[in-house]
């Protein structure tokens, strides 16, 4: 069973900046494509980034120049970078391959 554990989130001001971390145990880790999703209040679960096992990263239009993402497929562990933060970045984000159940997720909050 796979267990994720999701951190690092917090309150910013606007234009600040968070690293959250997710560590993923109970899977081929360094095999698998990883992404970070967010659910704002009210709004459906949003794909924000994702990284395959190669390396290889894709991002929504809405993160692009502003959010990083990054994998340590030694501590089997995914990161997102995210700069230049917004109110509209506020949300509770999570790590997923897409195909596990979800973690309890870090909420991050951006006042304006």
């Known amino acids: 069973q796979v267990h994720l554990v999701e951190s690092g989130g917090g309150l910013v001001e606007a234009g600040g900046s968070l690293r959250l971390s997710c560590v993923v145990s109970?899977?081929?880790?360094?095999?698998?494509?990883m992404h970070w999703y967010r659910k704002a209040p009210g709004k459906q679960r949003e794909w924000v980034a994702q990284?395959?096992?190669?390396?290889?990263?894709g991002y929504s239009n809405s993160v692009k120049g502003r959010f990083t993402i990054a994998r340590d497929n030694a501590r089997n562990t995914v990161y997102l970078q995210m700069n230049s933060l917004q109110p509209e970045d506020t949300a509770v984000y999570y790590c997923?391959?897409?195909?596990?159940?979800w973690g309890q997720g870090t909420q991050v909050t951006v006042s304006s």
């Open positions: 990284i395959t096992g190669g390396g290889t990263t």
């Open positions: 997923n391959s897409g195909q596990w159940s």
């Open positions: 109970g899977s081929i880790f360094s095999l698998t494509t």
